[in-house]
């Protein structure tokens, strides 16, 4: 063990790894709940999603530290599920099994771009503004979305949004989530978004707001009414729409996996001239765990930044990932516990994620018009159309417009022109 993860090069035992691990699985377990939720308003078997859930980031953690050997804990990833769900589905009204084939999609366009080196050339092409915009504008509509379902904002004819009715059991059941959420995350608590769900559960219980459910532990539900679909609607993805579809999905989980691995790395100290060490190793992982858990039934699987959580617990190597998928291998029996995640249990984790990732705004230079101005329709433009893939259409369309009327053309990137003429298109063709 020590020869193959190198522990004593990384200066680390087999017992840190195990509480690295332990502290990333708390600081992400809020998904096991979270996700099946979220894409069970698709219409999708929520038992067998959150089997999904769980073997997706079983296969996704295990794959990063053996092929990788990166303390990187992965699962479907929060923002990929609100445009699964919200979006695609919702909106443009795509079954959901097309949909999973979008992701399956992308999940191999992901592996073929990394194993033939052309992945670097991708990321370098799109400007770190609009990247951080892009993060950020999940975020506000992670937020946004989580306070919707709560009732914590209502629709009005008047003024749009309004604030709802605080006197409702639920709604100020989600409040107090948030409150004692926010209190765990200043206390820097281990998996303070996890506790906070699990203490708003609580609480509803007590005062009758959520049902008690009869039993804790079962056996594994069935995955068969998700599994396979992917492949077998694999035919249905050749239109227009599913094209956009199929780039937001990758592109999304392209600046996830990138964001979260240079952060853990730079945390680690492996971070050298510049270079991340097996970059390719941990982006073919990623996009390995993105293929399965689209077959298994959930949206794109990605590395989650949480993992920072366990590096700073004193987690080095894959051993770290290993152990955290052991962990979601060992929640597979915890199923009936889905009974009591109500919109109001997974607004706290919902508006946390949205606040951690709006951070993502103060990489953004709004000192420079021509840069601030795409970056600035990318995030209101999620939030206002209530689509991730319209903001990114609007901000990756103003971009290069932004930048030729500066002089500045020759910092555009051929694939920019490509992608802004692909949105046009988009808009005036699909939408």
């Avoid at 308003?41 to 295990?62: E, W, Y």
């Avoid at 894959?318 to 152990?323: D, K, P, Q, R, Y």
Wanted: hydrophobic share 55%; proline share 4%.
């Amino acid at each position: 063990m020590n020869r193959f993860f190198k522990l004593r090069e990384n200066k680390t035992s087999v017992r840190t790894e195990i509480l690295a691990g332990l502290t990333t699985f708390l600081s992400m377990a809020y998904v096991l709940f979270v996700n099946p939720t979220m894409l069970a308003t698709t219409g999708m078997d929520l038992h067998a999603v959150f089997v999904a859930t769980v073997l997706a980031a079983v296969v996704g953690s295990v794959v990063m530290g053996l092929v990788a050997n990166y303390p990187i804990g992965l699962a479907p990833g929060m923002g990929l599920n609100a445009f699964f769900a919200y979006t695609v589905c919702a909106q443009w009204g795509i079954p959901w099994q097309t949909a999973l084939s979008g992701v399956l999609v992308s999940g191999l366009v992901f592996i073929c771009l990394t194993l033939s080196g052309i992945r670097e050339k991708v990321i370098n092409a799109i400007p770190a503004e609009l990247k951080y915009a892009v993060g950020a504008g999940i975020g506000f509509f992670i937020a946004f979305l989580g306070l919707k379902n709560a009732g914590i904002i209502v629709g009005n004819k008047s003024t749009i949004v309004a604030l709802g009715n605080l006197h409702s059991g639920p709604v100020l059941l989600a409040v107090f989530g948030i409150v004692i959420t926010v209190i765990y995350m200043t206390l820097n608590l281990r998996g303070a978004i996890f506790l906070g769900m699990i203490t708003t559960a609580i609480i509803g219980m007590i005062f009758g707001l959520i049902a008690v459910p009869h039993q804790i532990v079962s056996g594994i539900p069935s995955i068969s009414p998700t599994f396979g679909q992917a492949i077998i609607h694999l035919s249905d993805i050749f239109t227009p729409q599913m094209l956009i579809v199929i780039l937001t999905f990758f592109f999304i989980d392209f600046f996830d996996t990138a964001g979260t691995l240079v952060a853990v790395a730079n945390q680690a100290g492996f971070v050298k001239d510049n270079k991340v060490p097996r970059a390719g190793r941990s982006l073919f992982s990623d996009s390995v765990a993105t293929v399965v858990g689209s077959i298994f039934g959930t949206s794109t699987t990605t590395s989650y930044v949480e993992s920072t959580a366990g590096v700073a617990a004193g987690g080095r190597t894959g051993l770290t990932a290993i152990v955290v998928g052991i962990c979601f291998a060992l929640s597979l029996f915890f199923s009936p516990l889905l009974g009591v995640v109500t919109s109001a249990v997974t607004t706290p984790a919902l508006v946390i994620v949205g606040i951690l990732m709006i951070g993502n705004v103060a990489h953004i230079d709004w000192s420079k018009f021509e840069t601030a101005v795409p970056a600035f329709f990318i995030v209101l433009m999620m939030v206002l159309t209530f689509s991730i893939a319209t903001g990114i259409a609007i901000g990756f369309i103003f971009y290069p417009i932004t930048m030729v009327l500066k002089g500045r053309y020759k910092e555009v990137h051929p694939l920019m022109y490509i992608m802004m003429l692909l949105f046009i298109l988009y808009f005036v063709f699909v939408v």
